[in-house]
């Protein structure tokens, strides 16, 4: 018998401020040695534009090929799925992900660099030019389970050439293509059911891709980079646990103890700070792109902060919880 499973997930967000100024006093030094500083920009800048090649790597190019052409990546990752991410996050706003299994690519993913694996649309286009040039799918089938796809019309996936290819869209921007995820066939039947397996690598991945992928919005809107913050980390990942064991959704915990209680527990003195919490999401990339299309999650991302952490959870009746923790 086929069984019809809806997925359903869900999101929340927390903004609050505490505003103090006080004068300060900054010191400048001026660096004597410009030809040193000019080769660095000029090395940067040729760095920067091999990770344009990243355009030209096909699904089935080999590890080699890619390597050639953009370098080593800043990090390898796990994925949801049996290959690893190739994470080159070295690029501020020029953010993309490569997906490697048996020395073979198998996944892609930018939020700024266009695809040649993709035929007519490219970043920036709005979702109609999607929905123009391709099939929409209505359900991911594995096994014999149809998982029916309800985007809320914040993204839409297609098939094409035994690709799985999600458009993801940004709907305060006029509904435009906004990053893209292209999985191939045999990556994406591998993975038997809408969740992965849960592990402490894929949780730390996960944390790790919310934070990449925050920073490169922000460097995208001229913003400053969030650096990571322990503290702010086991305090996202304190309250992601106890969400899960204690089967319940919120910002506000059992024991009555607020986002920014949590956080001055760990030690964190802020004069502003933010939550943002997530549910459900099957991936890092998904819970990211949720969240900048709810109005309180992405004042967060895109807020006067300069301090991150991120807590992952597996389990409970959502299967995965996100907390996202902002302090400046």
């Known amino acids: 018998m086929k069984k019809i499973v809806f997925i359903s997930i869900i999101l929340i967000s ?5 505003s103090f100024l006080k004068g300060g006093i900054s010191k400048y030094e001026i ?17 920067d534009a091999n990770v344009e090649k990243f355009e030209t790597i096909k699904i089935g190019d080999t590890k080699e090929f890619v390597l050639s052409i953009i370098g080593e990546p800043n990090r390898i990752d796990d994925s949801e799925y049996d290959f690893k991410w190739y994470v080159y996050n070295q690029h501020k706003e020029k953010f993309v992900m490569v997906g490697i299994e048996n020395d073979t690519v198998v996944g892609l993913y930018s939020n700024y660099i266009n695809s040649c694996e993709i035929d007519k649309v490219c970043i920036n286009d ?11 799918l209505k359900y991911k089938k594995k096994g014999n389970t149809r998982y029916i796809i309800n985007s809320k019309n914040q993204y839409d996936i297609v098939k094409k050439d035994n690709k799985y290819i999600t458009f993801f869209y940004d709907i305060y921007e ?3 293509v906004c ?11 591998s993975l038997r059911s809408m969740y992965s397996k849960p592990s402490e690598n894929l949780k730390k991945s996960f944390e790790l891709q919310v934070i990449d992928l925050t920073n490169s919005v922000r460097y995208q809107k001229k913003l400053n980079g969030l650096g990571y913050s322990e503290k702010a980390t086991v305090s996202s990942r304190k309250h992601s646990e106890n969400m899960m064991e204690n089967n ?14 949590r956080m001055k527990k760990e030690g964190i003195d802020y004069v502003s700070a933010g939550e943002n919490i997530a549910a459900g999401q099957t991936s890092a990339i998904y819970a990211h792109e949720a969240w900048m299309n709810s109005k ?5 991302i895109l807020g006067e902060y300069n301090n991150i952490g991120v807590g992952v959870c597996f389990g409970g009746d959502y299967s995965i919880y996100y907390t996202q923790n902002f302090y400046k």
């Open 248 to 261: 319940y959704f919120d910002h506000t915990d059992k024991e009555n103890k607020s986002p920014f209680d």
């Open 14 to 18: 927390i903004l609050f401020n505490f």
């Open 296 to 300: 309180g999650h992405r004042n967060n």
């Open 126 to 136: 709005t979702n109609q030019n999607v929905i123009n040039n391709y099939d929409i």
């Open 31 to 47: 660096s004597t040695q410009n030809k040193t500083a000019n080769k660095k920009a000029e090395k940067d800048e040729n760095i």
């Open 174 to 176: 006029s509904n435009r």
């Open 179 to 189: 990053s893209y995820q292209i999985i191939s066939n045999d990556a994406e039947l």
